[in-house]
């Protein structure tokens, strides 16, 4: 098993930035990757960005160049660092983690606003 918790969400104005972090404890050493996703009010849960525990990074096109996933050394702690948040970036961001099965946690609100 795998939990996974999530922090770092908030409000923020349009351009600003937040870094979320996503805590795993458990059978970490069974993860072989993670990974940000998002949802928005009446849309589906989208890819943002995954991290292989080899360091290989994944992000979707709507955040390249804005958004940056990372680990610590320790593989427990995953990071969204988010730069140039927009409004559409608004939604509940889930973390998850890919061993045996698929683990998520219970998501971090996200509001771009002004």
């Known amino acids: 098993q795998v939990q996974l918790v999530e922090s770092g969400g908030g409000l923020v104005q349009p351009g600003g930035s937040l870094r979320l972090s996503c805590a795993a404890s458990g059978r970490i050493l069974s993860i072989h990757a993670m990974g940000w996703y998002r949802q928005a009010p009446g849309k589906q849960r989208e890819l943002v960005a995954t991290i292989s525990s080899g360091g290989r990074t994944n992000d979707a096109d709507s955040v390249k160049g804005r958004f940056t996933i990372s680990s610590n050394s320790a593989w427990n702690t995953v990071y969204l660092q988010m730069n140039g948040l927009k409004p559409e970036d608004t939604a509940v961001y889930y973390c998850?983690?890919?061993?045996?099965?698929?683990?998520w946690g219970q998501g971090t609100q996200v509001t771009v606003s002004s």
């Open positions: 998850s983690a890919v061993s045996r099965a698929v683990y």
